[in-house]
């Protein structure tokens, strides 16, 4: 940040100097931005604050739009981003150790242009124009960081600010129309108006008028859009094992899943669905375990899809795999994880970055990678009724929007999702990971039951709505829902992620305005008075 000019005169010349910057103010100021980054943390599960998510952003706003010149702003907006990932993250403590604020800073930068337009558009005494087009911008340019750190290599998509507002029907209604992207838009804009009721005395009817469209998007959404029509019902079973350490902890596990999966035997079951990893060999390759899964399917006459951690029986490399098995045994349905945990099951460049696993607990040997997504056919339990077809996801995988949309749109009829958190047992991790079926149930259309070795256990229906209660992670238990079907084809599954190309739209008009001198930053004046001043 470049010092305030100070006069000194020598004799009857005054020199313009720079006065000395001011540190410990520099660095104080930092501090802020990181806190205040973090601050919409607190909206999610576990604390679960979603009323706070449309506050949350304020006190960071308000900072970035008093900074001092577009450096400071756009720092601002790096610290804060440091800060909220820092929180959103924080449960990886264990895993990563000290290199976790390495890679918060470096998504953090994510920010730093986005600090540069929130102080573009607001700083300063905005005008009407700038004020407007503040409601509009600044969410979108949100929406741009929220797509950039969504990429695999970089994280994924965790924490998506729309995903604090999964319990909220107004915002599952949201959500099929425009994805999780037109929540989070929302919730930023709502946040924009806010700052321009609080620091922008002039502008206060711009920013009442922002709350009442927000408004009125909300309420239409909520009582407009219509909910997926129910077309039938499917029953699924979901077997949570539980903790179980120690060397003969997998065999246990295997064991307990057994005898909770034979609880169920008697009831009309279409599917029952296991956690991540419950299974620890590829039965492909050992006819014992196969025929133990295939027993245990005839037990409850069922299909299990169960999910398995190992080397491959007929190929090189570790996998993990949905593996579909019936009372007749394997059925040869297999998919595989297509995109793996950076660090967790795969070290980025690992000739540079191998290092890493001495110091956490990094992956020792990368997970394979599944060459395309699967829906599974299962046959149906009624003569006339049309077959069940399932679409898997591996725990991760949960958070990407679009593959829950391409299974959709491949004619899946219900998600299965499979999971496990039993490092991140008594962090936030669990119950934010499970919030997410119901943003991927919503945007679909479709049932999503979320099924973990360890963890919360939960299900929801086409609406998004929690179908029973969730098992925590204390529970070793097996239970059934009853979970609607539909066939309605929601906006969202017809017309994808339209926000984010309008968010790129605003965002660039914004910046060919911006370079036109149509938004000046404030305190400066446009180039052709400096021009003037200059030659005069």
Same mark, same amino acid.
């Given at each position: 940040? @470049?010092?305030?000019?100070?006069?000194?005169?020598?004799?009857?010349?005054?020199?313009?100097?720079?006065?000395?910057?001011?540190?410990?103010?520099?660095?104080?100021?930092?501090?802020? !931005?990181?806190?205040?980054?973090?601050?919409?943390?607190?909206?999610?599960?576990?604390?679960?604050?979603?009323?706070?998510?449309?506050?949350?952003?304020?006190?960071?706003?308000?900072?970035?739009?008093?900074?001092?010149?577009?450096?400071?702003?756009?720092?601002?907006?790096?610290?804060?981003?440091?800060?909220?990932?820092?929180?959103?993250?924080?449960?990886?403590?264990?895993?990563?150790?000290?290199?976790?604020?390495?890679?918060?800073?470096?998504?953090?930068?994510?920010?730093?242009?986005?600090?540069?337009?929130?102080?573009?558009?607001?700083?300063?005494?905005?005008?009407?124009?700038?004020?407007?087009?503040?409601?509009?911008?600044?969410?979108?340019?949100?929406?741009?960081?929220?797509?950039?750190?969504?990429?695999?290599?970089?994280? *994924?998509?965790?924490?998506?600010?729309?995903?604090?507002?999964?319990?909220?029907?107004?915002?599952?209604?949201?959500?099929?129309?425009?994805?999780?992207?037109?929540?989070?838009?929302?919730?930023?804009?709502?946040?924009?108006?806010?700052?321009?009721?609080?620091?922008?005395? $002039?502008?206060?009817?711009?920013?009442?008028?922002?709350?009442?469209?927000?408004?009125?998007?909300?309420?239409?959404?909520?009582?407009?859009?219509?909910?997926?029509?129910?077309?039938?019902?499917?029953?699924? *079973?979901?077997?949570?094992?539980?903790?179980?350490? $120690?060397?003969?902890?997998?065999?246990?596990?295997?064991?307990?899943?057994?005898?909770?999966?034979?609880?169920?035997?008697?009831?009309?079951?279409?599917?029952?669905?296991?956690?991540?990893?419950?299974?620890?060999?590829?039965?492909?390759?050992?006819?014992?375990?196969?025929?133990?899964?295939?027993?245990?399917? @005839?037990?409850?006459?069922?299909?299990?899809?169960?999910?398995?951690?190992?080397?491959?029986?007929?190929?090189?490399?570790?996998?993990?795999? !949905?593996?579909?098995?019936?009372?007749?045994?394997?059925?040869?349905?297999?998919?595989?994880?297509?995109?793996?945990?950076?660090?967790?099951?795969?070290?980025?460049?690992?000739?540079?970055?191998?290092?890493?696993?001495?110091?956490?607990?990094?992956?020792?040997?990368?997970?394979?990678?599944?060459?395309?997504?699967?829906?599974?056919?299962?046959?149906?339990?009624? !003569?006339?009724?049309?077959?069940?077809?399932?679409?898997?996801?591996?725990?991760?995988?949960?958070?990407?929007?679009?593959?829950?949309?391409?299974?959709?749109?491949?004619?899946?009829?219900?998600?299965?999702?499979?999971?496990?958190?039993?490092?991140?047992?008594?962090?936030?991790?669990?119950?934010?990971?499970?919030?997410?079926?119901?943003? @991927?149930?919503?945007?679909?259309?479709?049932?999503?039951?979320?099924?973990?070795?360890?963890?919360?256990?939960?299900?929801?229906?086409?609406?998004?709505?929690?179908?029973?209660?969730?098992?925590?992670?204390?529970?070793?238990?097996?239970?059934?829902?009853?979970?609607?079907?539909?066939?309605?084809?929601?906006?969202?599954?017809?017309?994808?992620?339209?926000?984010?190309?309008?968010?790129?739209?605003?965002?660039?008009?914004?910046?060919?305005?911006?370079?036109?001198?149509?938004?000046?930053?404030?305190?400066?004046?446009?180039?052709?008075?400096?021009?003037?001043?200059?030659?005069?």
């Amino acid at each position: 940040m @470049r010092g305030p000019f100070v006069i000194r005169r020598h004799g009857g010349r005054a020199d313009r100097t720079r006065a000395p910057r001011r540190a410990g103010h520099g660095v104080g100021r930092s501090v802020l !931005a990181v806190g205040c980054g973090a601050l919409p943390a607190l909206a999610f599960p576990a604390p679960g604050l979603w009323w706070w998510a449309y506050l949350a952003l304020v006190p960071w706003l308000l900072l970035i739009r008093t900074a001092p010149g577009a450096r400071r702003a756009g720092l601002d907006g790096w610290f804060g981003g440091l800060g909220f990932m820092l929180a959103m993250h924080h449960w990886l403590l264990p895993s990563l150790h000290v290199f976790l604020l390495p890679l918060a800073a470096l998504l953090g930068l994510l920010w730093l242009p986005w600090g540069w337009l929130v102080r573009a558009l607001l700083g300063g005494t905005p005008s009407a124009l700038r004020a407007s087009v503040a409601l509009l911008a600044v969410p979108s340019g949100w929406l741009l960081v929220e797509l950039a750190r969504s990429w695999e290599g970089l994280g *994924g998509p965790w924490g998506l600010l729309g995903a604090s507002q999964w319990q909220v029907t107004a915002a599952l209604r949201l959500a099929s129309v425009g994805g999780v992207w037109l929540v989070s838009l929302l919730v930023v804009a709502v946040n924009t108006a806010v700052v321009l009721l609080v620091a922008a005395p $002039g502008q206060r009817l711009v920013g009442v008028a922002g709350i009442a469209a927000c408004a009125l998007v909300a309420g239409t959404a909520a009582w407009g859009v219509p909910i997926p029509h129910q077309s039938g019902t499917v029953q699924v *079973g979901l077997v949570q094992p539980g903790v179980f350490d $120690g060397p003969e902890g997998p065999e246990r596990r295997l064991a307990r899943a057994e005898a909770l999966t034979r609880s169920l035997a008697g009831r009309p079951l279409d599917l029952v669905v296991w956690g991540e990893s419950g299974v620890g060999a590829d039965p492909t390759g050992d006819p014992v375990l196969a025929a133990r899964l295939t027993a245990l399917s @005839r037990a409850v006459d069922a299909p299990l899809l169960v999910n398995v951690d190992a080397r491959g029986a007929d190929r090189p490399g570790i996998y993990k795999s !949905a593996v579909l098995v019936d009372p007749k045994g394997l059925t040869g349905d297999r998919y595989d994880k297509m995109r793996l945990v950076p660090f967790g099951e795969y070290v980025p460049a690992r000739g540079v970055l191998g290092w890493v696993t001495s110091a956490g607990r990094a992956a020792e040997e990368d997970r394979r990678r599944g060459a395309e997504p699967v829906v599974m056919t299962l046959p149906a339990r009624e !003569a006339g009724a049309p077959p069940l077809r399932v679409g898997p996801l591996v725990c991760f995988e949960s958070a990407f929007p679009d593959m829950s949309r391409r299974l959709v749109r491949d004619g899946a009829s219900l998600l299965a999702v499979q999971s496990a958190t039993s490092t991140f047992q008594d962090s936030w991790a669990p119950a934010q990971h499970a919030s997410l079926a119901a943003l @991927r149930a919503a945007e679909t259309g479709r049932p999503v039951v979320h099924a973990t070795l360890t963890g919360i256990s939960a299900a929801y229906g086409p609406d998004g709505q929690r179908i029973g209660p969730a098992q925590g992670t204390g529970a070793s238990v097996a239970v059934v829902r009853e979970l609607p079907l539909s066939e309605t084809t929601t906006f969202y599954v017809r017309w994808g992620d339209w926000p984010l190309y309008g968010a790129l739209v605003v965002v660039g008009g914004v910046a060919a305005a911006g370079a036109s001198g149509a938004f000046s930053p404030p305190g400066s004046a446009p180039r052709g008075r400096r021009a003037r001043t200059a030659r005069g």
